[in-house]
């Protein structure tokens, strides 16, 4: 915890509330919208304030473009990221040339891999003379919604559910092991629809953590923002369509905060 934020609580802008209603995505610093499926500069910007201090070590399990570590590097936390495609990691390294201010690291990597992730995981934490990471990030893929890569191993090609969550044990089985007792870690998932039904994804893989690590879950958070790309100037056809058939439109994401108690 950051307990900078409790001693000047009436000045502090951190969100407290289970509900986040946002207007925009933040543009501000390094930040853009080039990625599919990146999340809100907001949302790592008031985790990494609430759970951790200034150069302590940040991991992301799924680092796309760049979001969190670009909230790091102007937090001044440490970061360590991982992904699978090579070619964004590659882009977020050229935006992070000329940095002086953290220690951070990028791997491609199969994070559901235990060989592979504890080689870059231990390597990156050497790396920044740490012996361990105290806050964990995942926003992982929605199944097979968007697909990020053509890589088998990647969990954006999961279609069956009861694969994707086996996929995701293996993941926390591997990153949790990095996380200090009594620390904190973030995960960031919406639900999916197939087959004319919704499948409530973030619940499921909020409750197989539950079930398989002796961790606390410690809120809930439901996010929407309207400034969303897809929804810009498409607003009034996606009703339509909800209206003619039987299903409601997504318009949030759950943000599930876990203690880690082993």
């Known amino acids: 915890m950051n ?13 407290t ?21 990146n999340f809100i500069p907001q949302i790592p910007n008031q985790l990494i304030r609430r759970y951790s201090k200034k150069k302590e070590v940040v991991l992301e399990l799924f680092s796309g473009s760049g979001t969190t570590l670009f909230e790091c590097e102007q937090l001044n936390r440490n970061y360590i990221g991982f992904d699978i495609n090579k070619d964004i990691i590659k882009f977020v390294k050229s935006q992070m040339k000329g940095n002086k201010k953290i220690k951070f690291s990028l791997h491609s990597c199969d994070v559901a891999d235990k060989k592979s992730f504890d080689r870059s995981a231990s390597k990156a934490i050497k790396s920044q003379n740490a012996k361990s990471v105290q806050f964990l990030l995942a926003h992982p ?3 097979d919604i968007v697909k990020f890569t053509e890589l088998p191993e990647d969990l954006s090609s999961i279609s069956d559910i009861t694969l994707f969550l086996n996929k995701i044990i293996d993941v926390f089985k591997n990153a949790l092991f990095y996380l200090d007792k009594d620390r904190y870690f973030a995960v960031v998932m919406g639900d999916v ?22 961790v606390k879950l410690k809120g ?35 943000i599930f905060v876990f203690k880690k108690e082993f």
């Open 141 to 143: 893929p929605y199944m």
């Open 193 to 214: 629809y197939k087959k004319s039904e919704v499948i409530p994804l973030g619940f499921c893989v909020m409750n197989a953590i539950k079930q398989n690590f002796k």
């Open 17 to 37: 509330d289970s509900l986040w209603l946002l207007d925009s995505r933040g543009k501000s610093g390094k930040h853009t919208n080039l990625y599919h499926g």
């Open 3 to 15: 307990n900078s934020s409790v001693e000047n609580w009436q000045e502090s802008d951190i969100n």
């Open 220 to 254: 809930i958070v439901v996010k929407n923002i309207e400034g969303n790309r897809g929804k810009i100037g498409a607003k009034g056809i996606w009703r339509y369509r909800a209206l003619k058939s039987d299903y409601f439109l997504f318009k949030h994401e759950y």
